[in-house]
């Protein structure tokens, strides 16, 4: 199955913190496309930090949750630090990756749902996704992220 990741960080050296979540990602799960980079404001907290984005596309027959748990080992190698403040808002980071989509059926569970919650409400998962996936179709709504991308605008 393909995983459509996206990868974000708006602390520190941002491209350095994004390259060594590739070369992680590369090393645990192979091969991978990318997107070009998109900066963006950060998404649902206050901040003077801009976030630096990357799209990814993975290949993985593992289980969503597996995949999950480990793109989170992969984050707090490259950082410990929490994305959420001591009262569950957003925090600033220096990396975070997220599943975006799959092309493979919906996905919910208690701790993970595919397609992410928040996609077609985050300008810069649908930009990255557009180029990746432009043929791809959210199984609830039936739009692509290029439609998706144009009602957000």
Not at 118 to 135: C, G, I, M, S, V
Request: aromatic content about 8%; some cysteine.
């Amino acid at each position: 199955m393909k995983y459509y990741l996206n990868l974000g960080s708006n602390l520190g050296n941002r491209l350095l913190h994004l390259t060594r979540a590739m070369k992680a990602i590369g090393e645990e799960f192979g091969p991978y496309e990318t997107s070009h980079k998109v900066e963006s404001d950060p998404w649902g907290f206050d901040s003077t930090n801009r976030f630096v984005n990357i799209g990814l596309a993975i290949d993985s027959e593992l289980h969503p949750e597996e995949v999950m748990h480990r793109l989170q080992t992969i984050e707090k190698n490259i950082s410990p630090r929490s994305h959420r403040r001591w009262d569950g808002t957003y925090n600033d980071r220096e990396i975070d990756i997220d599943i975006m989509a799959t092309d493979g059926n919906p996905y919910e569970s208690k701790i993970l749902r595919i397609p992410h919650r928040h996609l077609q409400k985050r300008d810069f998962f649908l930009r990255t996704l557009e180029e990746l996936a432009p043929e791809w179709r959210h199984p609830e709504c039936g739009l692509t992220a290029s439609e998706m991308l144009e009602r957000l605008l």
